[in-house]
Structure formats: structure tokens, C-alpha cells
């Protein structure tokens, strides 16, 4: 089943398209290099799918353009371009057995019997339905139907693999277990795949990269770990997991900066603040992720205290979640802000509704981002006092 490694690459170039006054889809470009596993992330609505329908040939993009190995795909018909698609509902036929669904795009081929049969039966043992060739999709439950649709995708070699929010049907434990089915399947045979959910942790899990959307345009590529520790804007950091979001006025403290927000007043990096394009005087926002801050009894930070790699709020616990391996603490803090922290169960404190807390983060910790879409006027905060 595997493929030479050159085979896969696909290049979109500019790709948009609008629905009478809905716009759908803005300018988006995107390099996969061959036996990528890149995931298309994003809320309904985000663009997510109609890019994937525009590269699998089933919409015509108004503008831009699909490259699959240096082949213009754009005005070619879908069942021409040598792409395999999985979808959501899976689209299997009920009155077929699984060996006749996974065999149908090779009979459309008009490939011979035996050479059918050698890859029917090398697919099903490679997604474990071996002898399950004769059930039908009815005998089958939710995750063993989701292989079968795999399968038919993987059959026939194509040049690229689609998949469109394939495990939304499935409950959470069967779902995680798929995760890594598919990601083992997909490693074993080299397939290029573009993978649409808008479940963030499945994107993280499975991705060797992941595209963010956001209002019909593409806001970042990156790693998991690009998109979640560096993200470039106030969206993908509040999209992609939980944080804590300060919004406020970057002002300069000496050789450092802080953010002034309502009746806060927090060090922020340097570093951060310059990867971000923002100076002292400006608008930003603040993102920190729940499991970089620590909570402690008042005064327990202050015995760290006073450092300028150390920022603190002081606040009440409104509520404490059990979580199994963590508790999450929400934060009622001064000046109106909420924090999320995450803590371990060994050790935890200051876990007790209605407690007086501090909440501490190293400033590196914190994610520097603008506090808008920088295509949209910003509309002036109000001033802010300092804390």
C-alpha cells in the first residue's frame, strides 16, 4: 500500500468563494508537502469545508486554484482526480456487503477480479475488518462502519486523502481510540491526508500541522505546538484550548512593559510583546494558558515575590472542578477578569469556593497577541487605571 513519498503534495492558491452575500471562503492558500497530515480547524462556517469540497471537485472555487502534484486539479472532474474521500456520515451502501463497498471504486476502475480481490482483502486487514467481508453495513457498529468508509478511501491509492469530521458520529472513548487508528493507518501507507473537524483536541492529537480558519480565511498554519503556545492572534489563542484573556494598554515600566487592565496591572515579556508587533502605548490582549498558572493561599506568591519574571492577581475561588488527574479553579479576580487554573490533585490548594487566592505565572507564560482582527478599525479602549 505504500506510495512513493514524492506523490501527494498539494499546493491551494488563492481559493475563494461567495454564496450570493455570504462569503465563504477569502483568498486561502496552503502548501501540504507529500505524506502530511495537515487538519483543516475552525467553527461552522469558518471555511473549513468548503475548502475541502473545492479541492475534492465537488464546489468550483469563484477565484484561485487546486494543485495536486503539479497538476492543475481546478476544472477537473472529481472522479478524475485520483482523490479519496471519507465523510462524515460515511455514505456507505446499506444493501452492499463490506467487501462490495470497499471493492466499488476499483469495479469503477475496471480493474481485474483477482487484483480486486489482493487489495480488498490487504485494505480490510490493514483497518482490522478482516473477515468482516461479508456483513453488511447494518451488522456493523459505529467505529467498525467508520473503517469500512476508510477503507474504500485507501482502496484504489489515491494521490491524496479527504476526510471530513469522520469521527463526529462516534462517542468520546471511541472516538480517541480512531484518533490513533488513523493516524497509524495513515503513517503506514504514506498517504497525504487533509483532515476537517472543528474539535480542537483531535486536531492537536492527530495533525502534523494544523490550519486555523476564522470568518472564511486561513488566521495561522502551524504545528500543535505553534498554534497553541505561539498563536498569532486574540482568535486562535482563545479558540484553541482553554485560557485566560486580559484585554488592556501595553504601557512601559522602567526597561519592561505591563498591561493595564481594568484594575490590574501585569509585567508582560519584552520578547513576547515584540513578536507580537505591539508597543508601549497600544492596545493588547493577554492570553494564559489555565496550566501555567499556579494558585496559591494570599501572600503565597509574594513570597516569590516582587519579581520581574513574576506576574500575580489577586482574586477569589468562585468555583473548583473535579477532573479526574486536575482540578480547575475558576478565578473571580479584581478589576472584573475570570481566571481558569488548572492545577494537579497532589498538592492542590486554595481550591475552596469563596476563598481569598493569588494567581501566579511566569511572564514568559503569558501569550502577547493584538486584542482585534487587524483588518477590522479598532474602537479605543477605555482608559485604564493602574492597580
Not at 494564559?288 to 477569589?316: K, N, Q, Y
Amino acid at each position: 500500500m505504500n506510495r512513493p513519498p514524492a506523490i501527494g503534495q498539494l499546493r491551494i492558491e488563492a481559493l475563494s468563494k461567495q454564496y450570493s452575500d455570504t462569503v465563504a471562503l477569502k483568498e486561502a492558500s496552503l502548501q501540504v508537502e507529500a505524506g502530511e497530515f495537515i487538519t483543516l480547524l475552525g467553527p461552522s462556517g469558518s471555511g473549513k469545508t468548503t475548502t475541502l469540497k473545492i479541492v475534492a471537485g465537488f464546489i468550483r472555487p469563484d477565484t484561485g486554484k487546486v494543485v495536486l502534484d503539479g497538476k492543475d486539479l481546478t476544472d477537473v472532474p472529481p472522479h478524475l482526480r485520483d482523490i479519496g474521500m471519507v465523510f462524515q456520515n460515511y455514505a456507505l451502501f446499506p444493501h452492499l456487503t463490506v467487501t462490495r463497498n470497499v471493492a466499488f471504486p476499483l469495479e469503477m476502475r475496471r480493474l481485474p477480479r483477482a487484483e480486486i480481490r489482493r487489495r480488498v482483502e490487504a485494505t480490510l486487514g490493514l483497518v482490522q475488518l478482516a473477515g468482516f467481508g461479508e456483513r453488511r453495513p447494518r451488522e456493523l457498529s459505529g467505529g467498525q462502519q467508520q473503517r469500512v468508509a476508510l477503507a474504500r478511501a485507501l482502496v484504489f491509492q489515491p494521490r491524496l486523502l479527504l476526510m471530513d469530521e469522520p469521527l463526529g458520529a462516534l462517542d468520546r472513548k471511541l472516538r480517541e481510540a480512531m484518533q490513533l487508528e488513523i493516524i497509524n493507518i495513515c503513517r503506514e501507507v504514506g498517504h497525504t491526508v487533509l483532515y476537517v473537524t472543528h474539535d480542537q483536541e483531535e486536531a492537536l492529537a492527530m495533525s502534523n500541522r494544523i490550519a486555523v480558519f476564522h470568518d472564511g480565511r486561513i488566521e495561522q498554519v502551524g504545528t500543535p505546538e505553534d498554534v497553541y503556545q505561539r498563536p498569532v492572534s486574540l482568535f486562535v489563542a482563545t479558540f484553541i484550548g482553554e485560557s485566560t484573556t486580559f484585554l488592556g494598554r501595553l504601557q512601559q515600566a522602567g526597561s519592561g512593559l505591563r498591561l493595564v487592565a481594568g484594575g490590574l496591572s501585569l509585567p508582560v515579556s519584552t520578547a513576547g510583546a515584540r513578536r507580537a508587533d505591539i508597543a508601549a502605548g497600544a492596545p493588547a490582549a493577554l492570553v494564559v494558558r489555565p496550566e501555567a498558572m499556579s494558585i496559591r493561599p494570599v501572600d503565597g506568591c509574594g513570597r516569590a515575590g516582587g519579581s520581574p519574571h513574576l506576574a500575580t492577581a489577586r482574586g477569589r475561588v468562585q468555583n473548583c472542578v473535579y477532573l479526574g488527574s486536575v482540578r480547575k479553579n475558576v478565578i473571580a479576580l479584581e478589576g472584573g477578569n475570570t481566571a481558569l487554573v488548572r492545577v494537579a490533585l497532589e498538592g492542590a490548594s486554595g481550591g475552596e469556593p469563596g476563598r481569598e487566592v493569588e494567581i501566579c505565572w511566569d511572564i514568559e507564560a503569558g501569550i502577547v497577541v493584538p486584542p482585534h482582527d487587524r483588518s477590522v478599525p479598532v474602537t479605543p479602549l477605555p482608559a485604564e487605571r493602574e492597580g
